[in-house]
């Protein structure tokens, strides 16, 4: 950040430097055909030196609307669009070629391991030539060499894939819209397609798209610390009209002419010269890579005393047969293989399919979601959200449609429920011309949203769901938002806010005097009235009987599960005018019920969540009695369960918070800190916390969780910057969705992880001893490496792309501190273990006589039955790994297209290298009775998974729950 705030200034020095110098630009003649007048450096020169005078100079705002030929009401014509582009550039920016096969390739090829085991394959060869010539002097080389580019190619194949389905993701993630006024009407459109000349409408949240000069507004203040490493919010008005693409609008609303776009803007100019980074490494693989770093040493170590053992009883053969200085090419070729093994092993021992087993469990799990409406921002929060405890969520939008209606009205004393269209004559029928037409200027002058017109000559309303509730009433009331707007002059706004929890308005009125519009939460507005209007919309004094009626009204809405707005309004006199929009002494005018109905599927997800030990916590700036309401309909608030306000969960003691922490299910009329606060206590107390939010008052909570969940649809731009994951509809069911996948990715980890110790184990061990007892591996170069891509690709592919299944979520999520390899998982390496190994070592030491194989091609058949044997084992026990615990291995395992593609490919790689490649695998084909005997072998490991699965592991010295997750209560008692 203090990179980016140090280049920024040396930039703007630069430009003011630049601009000194009084460099003139030259406007083609296409450009002025087209009626521009400013030449595109021109207009980004003066923004980036921030130079007002220089703006002045040229007319101001309405001087460089005239210049790049736009009206500040229509906007840029359609048609203009490809002349403006074409001018002035597209806002878009240069980024780094994404990375091609090849290269993928490339890098493959740059595995120390793998260039050892090349060199020892060229060597090889040469030596192969010399001793025993063309073509069979090349085979083992050879069969080294395709073994290697087969390794390097799936390697490069998984790694181009997974870089695809980032850079879709990534072009998912940029999908960011503004709202532009083109051809006279209102529109939103995507930032990359914003051109110089547009009149961009902001609002709080949102990311201005390109820089830009100020219209107009009301007290827009912008967030550039994201440019200028700053974190004090910018204030942009008449006097300091300059906006910055890439910053973010923090409070306020406002209008702005977009002047440079693209490459020629601040952001682009700093994108230049900065590189963006790479995503880091999650948690789950750093800890991996440990563990790969840990038997990658324990590995060579084997390796380094294989390689002793195998030239010790080399020499001292040779030295009992006196021919310690009788040196051959065959003896040089002998040393060399025995070299080739000690690198293969270290090749077969290094787990680097433990880092792929990650990346491609993670990219799977991201590219599913994608498709079930959630963007993973960041690879860490699919883990984590696997190990959630708690999830804090809204209400509007999340738990609810978020399409909210006008339910119920309380006006001059009498509750009217509103029922379609009949809404209008229901209430005209009661009350007074005069009482209506305050209402309708109450729902017009004071809101941030608009009524617009679309190129079908359809109304529209942009804005809030709430706002557009209430214009929607509005209308349906017959008032008309052009009129009501253009006969009273808005003189200014004070836009709502999260910690008033109010809008308010101040108007000049069309035969003189002016008027102070105000609406927000309940409770609020009802303590700044003094009076209530009656049925003649005349302002009377408020009795206490009327108050208490007002509040019961509040009270009986939300009980209904009705969000509440009080609608008040002051008339202020001319003379005692001092600007600011007063905070006492207001009439109110009515109570309005909203309805926002709570999603399908709602209950169910939360039942899920309870089951799966996640406590779900409602936290929401609405009335407690709407918010206990919608809780308990959606099934968070339960028995025993306690609902709270905000002011008073701030007002308690850090003792008493540590108490009522795991009982508090509801929060409402919170402020943002409130819901921070909730979030940083709950962290302390060692829960891992999921937070939603749309706002960006949000933010702050957001970035405090352990995973920052923004809403897509409702979610400001501020929110989606710090969130972890997008979730694309709103709805709370897909949160629940990735606490699904992330605890899907952990298992899976856990798989295959499991697998390759077992293969680790096994291929270490029988070479080793093997070497130390017979002087030879029964493995070779060759076959150790279709082990090593049977072990790490395809295994991490198999296992590690998994599905969730629902019994995921009947257990407690991951502990923070549970180690990762389970005693279960121990139990089931080292009991396949040493299945394998008594079976291989049998087979090594006294096979030919168990076989009762001869002939001078005894050794090699032996030695291809064990290969063949030894793959079987690991085929088989790939499928054990598919479930740690569970005896039945194949639920769910046909619905895998994956995993049975993976199954099918190995079985049938095998029967090619030992059937038809024996030249460069050192195998003979086998008999069928081989054949089975190998796949009997291997299938006994399943029998073997049974019984090790009936021992059980809870109380070995380590306590821990089966499948490394710890027991959690679940419900209010959690943490």
Same mark, same amino acid.
């Given at each position: 950040?203090?990179?980016?705030r140090?280049?920024?200034?040396?930039?703007?020095?630069?430009f003011?430097?630049?601009?000194?110098g009084?460099?003139g630009?030259?406007?083609?003649?296409? #450009?002025?055909?087209?009626?521009?007048?400013i030449?595109?450096?021109?207009?980004?020169s003066?923004?980036r030196?921030?130079s007002?005078?220089?703006?002045e100079?040229?007319?101001?705002?309405?001087?460089?609307?005239?210049?790049?030929?736009? $009206?500040?009401?229509?906007?840029?014509?359609?048609?203009?669009?490809?002349?403006r582009?074409?001018?002035?550039?597209?806002?878009?920016?240069t980024?780094?070629?994404s990375?091609?096969f090849?290269?993928f390739?490339?890098?493959?090829?740059?595995?120390?391991?793998?260039?050892?085991?090349?060199?020892?394959a060229?060597?090889? &060869?040469?030596?192969?030539?010399?001793?025993?010539?063309?073509?069979?002097?090349t085979?083992?080389?050879?069969g080294?060499?395709?073994s290697?580019?087969?390794?390097v190619?799936?390697?490069?194949?998984s790694?181009?894939?997974? $870089?695809?389905?980032?850079?879709?993701?990534?072009?998912e993630?940029?999908?960011?819209?503004?709202?532009?006024?083109?051809d006279?009407?209102?529109?939103?459109?995507?930032? !990359?397609?914003?051109?110089?000349?547009?009149?961009v409408?902001?609002s709080?949240?949102d990311?201005?798209?390109?820089?830009?000069?100020?219209?107009?507004?009301y007290?827009?203040?912008?967030d550039e610390?994201?440019?200028?490493?700053?974190?004090? +919010?910018?204030?942009v008005?008449?006097?300091?009209?300059?906006?910055l693409?890439?910053?973010?609008?923090?409070d306020?609303?406002g209008k702005?002419?977009?002047?440079?776009v693209?490459?020629?803007?601040?952001?682009g100019?700093?994108?230049?010269?900065?590189?963006?980074?790479?995503e880091?490494?999650?948690?789950l693989?750093v800890?991996?890579?440990?563990?790969?770093?840990? %038997?990658?040493?324990?590995?060579?170590?084997?390796?380094?005393?294989?390689?002793?053992?195998?030239v010790?009883?080399f020499?001292?053969e040779?030295?009992?047969?006196?021919?310690? =200085?009788?040196?051959?090419s065959?003896?040089?070729?002998?040393?060399l293989? !025995?070299?080739? %093994?000690?690198?293969?092993? %270290?090749?077969?021992a290094?787990p680097?399919?433990? +880092?792929?087993?990650v990346?491609?469990?993670l990219?799977?799990?991201?590219?599913?979601?994608?498709?079930?409406?959630?963007?993973?921002?960041?690879?860490a929060?699919c883990?984590?959200?696997g190990?959630?405890?708690c999830?804090?969520?809204?209400? =509007?939008?999340?738990? =609810?449609?978020n399409?909210?209606?006008?339910d119920k009205i309380?006006?001059?004393?009498?509750?009217?429920?509103i029922i379609?269209?009949?809404g209008r004559?229901?209430l005209?029928?009661?009350?007074?011309?005069k &009482?209506?037409?305050?209402l309708?200027?109450?729902i017009f002058q004071?809101?941030?949203?608009?009524?617009?017109?679309?190129?079908?000559?359809?109304k529209?309303?942009?804005?809030?769901?709430?706002?557009?509730a209430?214009?929607?009433?509005?209308?349906?009331l017959?008032?008309e938002?052009?009129?009501?707007?253009?006969?009273?002059?808005?003189?200014?706004?004070?836009?709502?806010?999260?910690v008033k929890?109010?809008?308010?308005?101040?108007?000049?009125?069309?035969?003189?005097?002016?008027r102070?519009?105000?609406k927000?939460?309940s409770?609020?507005?009802?303590?700044m009235?003094?009076?209530?209007?009656?049925?003649?919309?005349?302002?009377?004094?408020?009795s206490e009987?009327?108050?208490r009626?007002?509040?019961?009204?509040?009270?009986?809405?939300?009980?209904?599960a009705l969000?509440?707005?009080?609608l008040?309004?002051k008339?202020i006199?001319?003379?005692s005018?001092?600007?600011s929009?007063?905070? @006492?002494?207001?009439?109110?005018?009515?109570?309005?019920?909203?309805?926002?109905?709570?999603?399908?599927?709602v209950?169910?997800?939360?039942?899920?969540?309870?089951?799966?030990?996640?406590?779900?916590?409602?936290v929401?700036?609405?009335?407690i009695?709407?918010?206990k309401?919608?809780?308990?309909?959606?099934?968070?608030?339960?028995?025993?369960?306690l609902?709270?306000e905000?002011?008073?969960?701030r007002?308690?003691?850090?003792?008493?918070?540590?108490?009522?922490?795991?009982?508090?299910?509801?929060?409402?009329?919170?402020?943002?800190?409130?819901k921070?606060?909730?979030?940083?206590?709950?962290?302390?107390?060692?829960?891992?916390v999921?937070?939603?939010?749309?706002?960006?008052?949000?933010?702050?909570?957001?970035?405090?969780?352990?995973?920052?969940? #923004?809403?897509? %649809?409702?979610?400001?731009e501020?929110?989606?910057?710090?969130a972890?994951?997008?979730?694309?509809?709103?709805?709370?069911?897909?949160?629940?969705?990735?606490a699904?996948?992330?605890?899907?990715?952990?298992?899976?980890?856990?798989?295959f992880?499991?697998?390759?110790?077992?293969?680790?184990?096994?291929a270490?061990?029988?070479?080793?001893?093997?070497?130390?007892?017979s002087g030879?591996?029964?493995?070779t170069?060759?076959?150790l490496l279709?082990?090593?891509?049977?072990?790490?690709?395809?295994?991490?592919?198999?296992?590690?792309t998994?599905?969730?299944?629902?019994?995921l979520?009947?257990?407690p999520?991951?502990?923070?501190?549970v180690?990762?390899?389970?005693?279960a998982?121990?139990?089931?390496?080292?009991?396949? $273990?040493? !299945?394998?190994?008594?079976?291989l070592?049998?087979?090594?030491?006294?096979?030919k006589?168990?076989?009762?194989?001869?002939?001078?091609?005894?050794?090699?058949?032996?030695?291809?039955?064990?290969?063949?044997?030894?793959?079987?084992?690991?085929?088989?026990?790939?499928?054990?790994?598919?479930?740690?615990?569970?005896?039945?291995?194949?639920?769910?395992?046909?619905?895998s297209?994956?995993f049975?593609?993976?199954?099918?490919?190995?079985?049938?790689?095998?029967?090619?290298?030992?059937?038809?490649?024996?030249?460069?695998? @050192?195998?003979?084909?086998l008999?069928?009775?081989?054949w089975?005997?190998?796949?009997?072998?291997?299938?006994?490991?399943?029998?073997v998974?049974?019984?090790l699965?009936?021992?059980?592991t809870?109380?070995?010295?380590i306590?821990?729950?089966?499948?490394? !997750?710890?027991?959690?209560?679940?419900?209010?008692?959690m943490?």
């Open positions: 950040m203090e990179q980016l140090v280049l920024l200034y040396v930039q703007k020095a630069a003011k430097f630049i601009d000194a009084g460099v630009y030259d406007l083609s003649e296409e #450009a002025r055909a087209a009626g521009f007048r030449h595109p450096n021109e207009l980004a003066f923004l030196s921030h007002f005078e220089g703006l100079f040229i007319g101001g705002v309405k001087g460089v609307s005239a210049k790049v030929n736009v $009206s500040l009401d229509e906007g840029v014509k359609s048609s203009e669009l490809p002349i582009q074409k001018i002035y550039g597209f806002n878009r920016y980024e780094k070629p990375k091609s090849w290269m390739v490339w890098e493959a090829l740059h595995d120390i391991t793998l260039i050892i085991l090349i060199v020892c060229v060597v090889s &060869v040469g030596v192969g030539l010399a001793t025993e010539g063309w073509p069979k002097g085979y083992d080389g050879l080294i060499i395709l290697i580019l087969l390794v190619i799936v390697t490069a194949v790694d181009y894939k997974q $870089s695809l389905q980032f850079k879709e993701l990534d072009t993630k940029k999908k960011i819209t503004v709202q532009v006024t083109r006279g009407y209102r529109q939103n459109v995507s930032i !990359y397609d914003v051109v110089v000349g547009d009149i409408h902001l709080m949240g990311q201005v798209p390109a820089d830009g000069i100020f219209i107009s507004g007290s827009l203040s912008i610390s994201s440019l200028s490493g700053e974190s004090d +919010p910018v204030n008005y008449e006097k300091k009209p300059f906006l693409g890439g910053s973010k609008v923090q306020g609303s702005m002419l977009v002047t440079t693209g490459m020629r803007t601040e952001w100019k700093l994108m230049e010269t900065l590189e963006e980074e790479g880091d490494e999650t948690p693989q800890k991996l890579n440990g563990v790969a770093t840990t %038997i990658g040493k324990i590995g060579l170590a084997f390796a380094v005393l294989t390689f002793v053992v195998l010790v009883r020499l001292m040779k030295l009992l047969h006196n021919e310690l =200085t009788d040196w051959s065959s003896d040089a070729l002998k040393l293989d !025995y070299f080739a %093994i000690a690198v293969t092993i %270290i090749v077969v290094v680097e399919g433990l +880092p792929l087993a990346t491609l469990s990219a799977f799990a991201m590219k599913k979601l994608m498709n079930d409406r959630a963007l993973v921002r960041k690879l929060a883990e984590t959200m190990s959630a405890t999830i804090c969520t809204d209400k =509007t939008g999340t738990l =609810t449609t399409h909210m209606v006008v309380w006006l001059c004393g009498k509750e009217k429920q379609g269209s009949e004559d229901i005209s029928s009661d009350v007074s011309v &009482v209506l037409a305050i309708l200027q109450a004071n809101t941030g949203s608009e009524v617009v017109k679309g190129k079908d000559g359809k529209s309303i942009i804005g809030t769901p709430t706002e557009k209430l214009l929607e009433y509005g209308l349906l017959g008032g938002f052009n009129t009501q707007r253009q006969e009273c002059k808005i003189l200014k706004v004070e836009p709502f806010n999260s929890k109010k809008m308010s308005v101040l108007v000049s009125l069309p035969d003189g005097g002016l102070a519009f105000c927000g939460a409770e609020i507005i009802l303590a009235c003094d009076k209530i209007i009656n049925s003649n919309g005349e302002p009377v004094c408020m009987e009327q108050a009626d007002a509040a019961d009204i509040i009270n009986s809405f939300a009980s209904e969000r509440t707005l009080c008040a309004f008339d006199d001319d003379a005018d001092d600007g929009i007063p905070d @006492t002494g207001y009439t109110l005018i009515a109570i309005i019920g909203i309805k926002d109905p709570v999603r399908p599927g209950k169910d997800a939360v039942r899920t969540c309870l089951a799966a030990g996640i406590t779900v916590r409602m929401t700036g609405d009335n009695n709407t918010a309401a919608i809780a308990k309909e959606c099934g968070i608030l339960i028995e025993g369960g609902a709270m905000g002011s008073d969960f007002n308690k003691s850090p003792e008493d918070l540590k108490n009522i922490l795991p009982r508090i299910q509801v929060m409402a009329r919170s402020l943002p800190s409130d921070h606060k909730l979030v940083s206590h709950l962290r302390m107390l060692g829960e891992i999921a937070v939603t939010g749309d706002g960006t008052n949000d933010a702050p909570a957001l970035h405090e969780s352990d995973i920052g969940l #923004a809403m897509g %649809i409702a979610g400001t501020v929110a989606k910057e710090q972890s994951v997008i979730i694309l509809d709103d709805d709370f069911t897909t949160i629940v969705n990735v699904k996948w992330g605890r899907a990715v952990y298992i899976n980890i856990q798989k992880v499991q697998f390759q110790l077992t293969v680790n184990i096994v270490l061990t029988i070479n080793f001893v093997s070497a130390c007892i030879s591996a029964p493995l170069a060759v076959q279709w082990v090593n891509l049977i072990m790490d690709t395809l295994g991490a592919l198999a296992l590690a998994e599905p969730p299944n629902d019994a979520m009947n257990r999520p991951v502990g923070r501190r180690s990762f390899i389970t005693n998982m121990w139990r089931n390496i080292f009991g396949q $273990s040493i !299945y394998q190994l008594a079976v070592g049998v087979l090594n030491f006294d096979g006589n168990l076989l009762k194989l001869e002939g001078p091609d005894a050794s090699v058949v032996l030695n291809t039955f064990i290969f063949n044997t030894f793959v079987f084992c690991q085929v088989f026990n790939e499928i054990n790994s598919r479930d740690i615990e569970k005896i039945n291995v194949f639920r769910g395992m046909f619905n297209w994956i049975i593609i993976v199954m099918v490919s190995t079985v049938s790689f095998q029967a090619i290298i030992v059937e038809f490649l024996g030249t460069f695998a @050192t195998t003979v084909p008999s069928w009775q081989l089975v005997l190998s796949i009997l072998i291997g299938s006994v490991s399943m029998l998974s049974v019984v699965k009936c021992i059980p809870e109380k070995w010295r306590p821990k729950h089966h499948d490394g !997750y710890e027991a959690l209560p679940s419900g209010p008692e943490a």
